[in-house]
């Protein structure tokens, strides 16, 4: 079971801004901490601002921030609603056609439990603890822009 890049990058812009709630941060400036895309990450904060997890402040000076506290950011709701609703196995579709051992294989309802359980699990955690130890965090996100 592999999450999504778009996933990873999600979780790590939010960690990002949850380590620096003193300021706005910049795509540019999070791309460069993580050694990822400013491209990729444009999508990923584009989709955290439309869900309202973020908010951007346009113009000179500008950046983005946590819209809400880390306390209240469910890791599980952000990871649900970065992967999207793609079904996780084809046969989970809807399409009679996409598997022809449908009807009698019992690994769809397996899969179903076990990403019901991730989400669970996920579910038991918010932003704030991902950031509990924000020295070691912002230590080895040093700035290099």
């Known amino acids: 079971m592999k999450l999504t890049a778009f996933s990873d990058y999600t979780l ?3 960690m ?3 380590l620096n709630r003193d300021r706005l941060a910049t795509i540019p400036e999070i ?3 993580y050694g ?3 491209n990729h990450l444009m999508k990923v904060v584009h989709q ?3 869900s309202g997890v973020i908010e951007s ?5 500008g950046g983005i921030r946590l ?3 880390p306390e209240s950011i ?6 649900r609603a970065s992967e999207g609703r793609a079904p996780i196995v084809e046969c989970l579709s809807g399409d009679a056609a996409a598997c022809r051992i449908a009807p009698a294989c019992r690994l769809a309802n397996l899969l179903v439990r076990a990403f019901d359980a991730l989400f669970a699990t996920l579910d038991e955690y918010t932003l704030a603890d991902l950031v509990r130890a924000p020295r070691a965090l912002k230590a080895l996100l040093v700035r290099t822009t």
């Not at 402040?57 to 000076?61: E, Y």
């Not at 469910?74 to 990871?79: A, K, N, T």
């Open 12 to 14: 790590r812009v939010l």
């Open 16 to 18: 990002f801004l949850a």
């Open 31 to 33: 791309a460069a901490a």
């Open 74 to 79: 469910r890791l599980g709701q952000v990871v």
């Open 67 to 69: 819209a809400r506290e």
């Open 48 to 50: 955290l601002a439309r």
């Open 36 to 38: 990822i895309s400013e």
């Open 57 to 61: 402040v346009r113009g000179k000076g």
